[in-house]
């Protein structure tokens, strides 16, 4: 147990590392000057670019941008470990953590909620289309929300906008809450923050809740022939004793591990989604420091995505055993 | 002996009510008290028999014909409610093969606490641990059992969990299907002398499912012996041993290995396609032979 732990964190370690370097080389080798990009906008903003060239040696000496490219690798690992994330380009001098951890929250609501609401009623859809005793509904169910997934994120996104926020206007078109409006914590702020949300989780969320339903109706129809199940009914139990703890509660354990996987699919969805609904996450976030060449909060923005993935991934692995008990830690090979 | 359960007539037919019956017409009575031992052939109707009195058959399966009654009611026109009355407090089961059959992701505690809840609305707090504790120790298992997965469990174990299981709620009946036929020798011993210790505790009746005459022959007070979905011969254990009227039975018994008695058995006690057809048209009504001994009529002087 002792020894699993220390090398799955080891692996958590690794896996962050070499993720770290790929997205350092991946960037650095786009055809983009991040200088030129802060130039070409201070010239469409109609200031002076008088003194251009000065400007152009200034900043890339105080980003280090004239050095070879492993000495701004090692500095840029070195500072990350110092938890230095760097400045951003395009907000200068802004710092690249602020801007990240300021759109952190708003990421990990709707991410969180998004994923929360697919896994909930995706299994629960899919289980109850393989039981016996349930309404046939939810066997039709299974294909409307399989017709959803086939729909990308984005357009889905776009669906919805139309239909809720512009065809029928019951849900706000985007951003966080409405311009003006009290930011405190009280009901009328957390309503606001809800109906702002509600599209962009839907949207996310829609998608997956069909992929959930099918693998859970695989996992169900197995567990509705095993003996356990048929024993419960016998002993006289409950049907909603049987259909929670001794149907359910077995066929979800495959989908626990499906659980990680899923969180990578569903950041790349978010950034499109964040971006329609202009809301103020990690998405916006990346998706305006790649239109501005904005390398340091690109690599902060990306980072984060890589540790959220693989800190879920291992907690997942951790929490396992707590689920099934014949899974002990270590004894894998 | 006071009748506890009983079954008249009973017909049983798979894949609609015209399809074949498994159980063809079955009368049988089981006493208070009493271990009833039902031997058969795989696909003699024992199984579906059982599972017939204890109101769990297949969707494909249906009741046609008779009428089944334990200690007084009528099963067969039970409803919903009724049978959760009666299932587990009443009637409860010992499975076959248990290795599959408790919740993997469960300690066995849980399970009993599932139980508790949903048949007393109770939880399973230092009293209720005890009494099943004291439970566990009649079925040779020691009380941490309780904090055990099953997957932690011997074959044997799990299926003593089983018995305690069905003892819980001290039910008038435990239907125990082939409970010893994926068990080491030693185990099947232990479990048959841990049923027959449940009724002598509990008071208990007890029908045992087996297709091994021998082994159920340690414990039961009767046999009834099943053939095509007929009872072809049922009477007191002794009586079946030593003078045995069908001619199946004597197969039965004639394949049974014993110490003095090794060489030249059959391996199955298979009787000629010829005998079969004869015996399975013979749907005429048991008669009494002896006290307590009801053998199909056209074989009522035989054996002798």
Known sequence: MHRYLVRRIGVFLLTIFAAVTINFIVIHATPLDPVAAVLGRMASRGMSVEGGAQIVRTYTEAFGLDQPLYVQYLRYMGNLLRGDFGYSLAYFPEKVSSVVLRAIPWTLGLLTSAILLAFIVGNLIGALAAWPKAPRVFRSLIYVFMGFSAIPFYLLALLLLYTFAFMWPLLPTGGMFSVGSARGFDLATVIEVVTHATLPVASLALGLIGFWALSMRGAMTTVVGEDYLSYARVKGLRERTIFFRYGMRNALLPQVTALAIDMGQLVSGQVLVETIFNYPGLGTVLYNALRTADYFVVQGVVLFIIISVALTMLIIDLIYPLLDPRVRLGEAS | ?304
């Open chain 2, 1 to 304: 002996m006071t009748p506890l359960l009983q079954v008249s007539d009973l017909v049983i037919r798979y894949a609609g009510p015209k399809g074949p019956a498994a159980v063809a017409g079955v009368d049988l009575t089981v006493g208070t008290r009493e271990i009833f031992g039902l031997v058969g052939e795989s696909g003699s109707g024992k199984s579906t028999l059982s599972m017939g009195v204890l109101g769990f058959l297949p969707a494909s399966a249906v009741i046609t014909q008779g009428s089944i009654r334990l200690d007084g009611r009528d099963l067969r026109a039970a409803g919903k409610a009724e049978w959760r009355q009666v299932r587990w407090r009443e009637l409860a089961y010992v499975p076959q093969g248990a290795m599959n059959v408790l919740n993997p992701v469960q300690r066995v505690g849980a399970q009993f606490a599932d139980m508790l809840r949903d048949h007393l609305g109770a939880r399973l707090d230092a009293e209720w641990r005890e009494r099943i504790a004291a439970l566990l120790q009649s079925v040779r298992l020691k009380p941490d059992v309780l904090d055990r997965f099953p997957h932690e469990l011997s074959g044997g174990m799990k299926q003593r969990v089983c018995i305690a299981m069905a003892i819980l709620f001290e039910p008038k009946l435990i239907i125990a299907d082939e409970s010893t036929s994926a068990l080491d020798v030693v185990s099947q011993r232990v479990v048959l002398q841990t049923l027959s210790a449940v009724r002598d505790r509990i008071g208990a009746s007890i029908i045992l499912i087996g297709h091994d005459l021998a082994l159920q022959a340690q414990v039961a007070d009767r046999v009834g012996i099943m053939f095509a979905g007929r009872f072809v011969e049922i009477g007191p254990v002794d009586t079946i041993f030593q003078a045995p009227r069908h001619p199946y039975t004597r197969l039965l018994i004639a394949s049974v290995p014993s110490i003095r008695h090794r060489d030249g058995i059959p391996m199955l006690a298979e009787p000629t396609p010829q005998e079969r057809a004869q015996w399975q048209a013979e749907t005429e009504p048991l008669i009494e032979v002896g006290p307590g001994h009801l053998v199909a009529p056209r074989h009522a002087e035989e054996g002798q």
